[in-house]
């Protein structure tokens, strides 16, 4: 198993920045494909951005394309969202998730850090 610690969440204004950073710990952090989720309010829950286990192939929901990065550091058993240029609609709670490979199902998630953008 693996054991996923959100942090960096918080309040910012629209066009600001946040780093989301999520730590794991347990079996072979490099084992794992990562992914960031959120879920608004009312809304159901939806994949942001998700890396490879080397970190060469990521995904990116299209909302957040060219705002968002996600980045990965096995050395730190570390996953990041880089968000620059937030905006309100990205208030949710963001959380860290992990797949094991070749499952499609991620099976680990953290317990989640709010993400609030005022206008």
């Known amino acids: 198993q693996v054991q996923l610690v959100e942090s960096g969440g918080g309040l910012v204004q629209a066009g600001g920045s946040l780093r989301l950073s999520c730590a794991a710990s347990?079996?072979?952090?490099?084992?794992?494909?990562m992914g960031w989720f959120r879920q608004a309010p009312g809304k159901e829950r939806e994949l942001v951005a998700g890396i490879s286990r080397d970190g060469d192939s990521t995904y990116y929901l299209d909302s957040v394309k060219g705002r968002f990065t996600i980045s990965r550091d096995n050395a730190k058993n570390t996953v990041y969202l880089q968000m620059n240029s937030l905006k309100p609609e990205d208030t949710a709670i963001y959380y860290c998730a992990a797949r094991e490979i070749p499952k499609k199902s991620y099976d680990y998630w953290g317990q989640g850090t709010q993400v609030t953008v005022s206008a």
């Open positions: 347990g079996r072979t952090f490099s084992s794992y494909a």
